[in-house]
């Protein structure tokens, strides 16, 4: 299905200069990467450019937030009565040095990194770049004009990035609702248009969640607050058939309706908004499904006791952390014949071995329907189909938690606005 955006398909890139953003913002270690997914994500459409012989390719992302990131730290370390070196940490944890090491060994080519996103030294590099040579510009974050509310700071920045390159081409899907230098003004200097991965996602979220969902359309919402996810609720329920709800913010739900909730996870000034989200879902034939038992623990903890009760029984002195074997049939049962499937937010405390049942069960139920759309809406909810080992069975994985989020309740991302309409 086409989208909205013109992609670097759409354009002539042959013996030019490309600048792109892409999300290499990955979990590094004392300067070792833990997971390099979102390297490998962004590989198609490195590859693809340099096939068209590009003069060069100037490759650019954040890692971290090194100001805010730092500072907790060092607090954490003063706290604890521990030296912290300020350079040590930052160069372990901030710089772009391991990612352009990983990149280089994925694509088998060599890749330089930049000491920096602006200034002479850079602007040197960028200009000997030629027969398709990559070169990885340092972490925009550490300039704070990517960043800057100030429109003319964040233009500063960008007039400079876009004398890197004729052609903007923008994947990094995952910060595209940010209006940051990298990923939304330096569009206005360049023509600019969606990478593969960009694509996928405004495929996948923009018309097959958001425009025209093949039905039955099955939302599952989960997680801890209704307050956080209230919006996308509400948006859900104007397409969806039914949607499920689970997680924390279930018991928000339970107590709006007059239900004992224990000392569940409960936001009291939720409970007028559950109830007129129950209201709202009757009134437009929506059918609202909440768990009909629930796995309740004396502690939040692994070592908990644990007891499984209908919901209708929940004990004062207890809280629930999981669904119960009568709800996981209940919701297999709501999933069985759905053509599209949105999940974001688990339905229990997974990251727990004793409350992991009923957001796995939730993850093998999808890979079993082979015949619907399933998409995955980032966040905790792509660990939970990673940890049941099912990733590859499910239609698309977000990359992006909150731009999924946001696109998904109806919001204008800045980075995806900016780029050139198809």
């Known amino acids: 299905m086409p989208i909205s955006k013109k992609t670097v398909r759409d354009i002539d890139i042959k013996g030019k200069k490309v600048i792109m953003r892409v999300d290499f913002n990955v979990p590094i270690k004392g300067g070792v990467i833990q997971d390099d997914t979102r390297i490998k994500a962004a590989l198609p459409t490195i590859k693809y450019i340099l096939e068209q012989n590009v003069k060069s390719l100037v490759l650019m992302s954040h890692l971290g937030d090194p100001k805010k990131d730092t500072a907790k730290n060092k607090e954490k370390a003063e706290k604890a009565g521990k030296a912290f070196n300020e350079e040590e940490y930052v160069n372990n944890h901030h710089k772009m040095a391991p990612v352009a090491a990983q990149l280089a060994k994925l694509i088998g080519k060599d890749v330089k990194v930049a000491p920096s996103c602006m200034g002479d030294e850079t602007k040197k590099m960028v200009d000997a770049l030629s027969n398709g040579e990559i070169l990885l510009l340092e972490n925009t974050r550490f300039h704070k004009e990517e960043t800057s509310k100030e429109a003319s700071e964040r233009e500063k920045m960008a007039k400079e990035l876009a004398t890197y390159g004729e052609v903007y081409v923008n994947d990094a899907f995952g ?88 000392s569940s996870l409960c936001e009291d000034d939720q409970l007028e908004t559950a109830k007129k989200t129950i209201e709202a879902a009757k009134a437009k034939g929506v059918q609202f499904l909440l768990q009909t038992d629930v796995v309740v623990a004396d502690a939040f903890s692994n070592d908990a006791n644990i007891k499984t009760v209908d919901v209708d029984a929940m004990p004062k002195d207890m809280m629930g952390l999981d669904i119960g074997p009568k709800s996981i049939e209940l919701f297999k049962n709501a999933l069985s014949d759905a053509k599209t499937i949105f999940w974001n937010g688990p339905v229990g405390v997974f990251e727990m071995e004793k409350f992991a049942a009923g957001t796995l069960a939730i993850a093998n139920q999808l890979a079993s329907l082979t015949s619907a759309v399933t998409v995955i809406g980032g966040g905790d909810s792509v660990s939970a189909v990673n940890k049941a080992g099912v990733a590859d069975k499910m239609t698309h994985i977000s990359t992006g938690g909150g731009a999924s989020m946001e696109l998904v309740e109806g919001k204008v991302l800045p980075g995806v606005a900016a780029l050139l309409n198809a």
């Open 175 to 262: 910060t595209a609702h940010r209006a940051h230098a990298s990923t939304e003004t330096v569009a206005k200097y360049l023509p600019a248009v969606a990478g593969f991965l960009m694509e996928r996602e405004l495929e996948f979220l923009e018309e097959k969640i958001v425009k025209s969902p093949a039905k039955p359309f099955v939302a599952i919402v989960g997680g801890a607050k209704v307050s956080s996810k209230i919006t996308v609720i509400e948006k859900l329920m104007e397409k969806c058939d039914r949607i499920i709800i689970g997680g924390g913010m279930a018991f928000t739900f339970f107590k709006a309706m007059g239900k004992e909730v224990g």
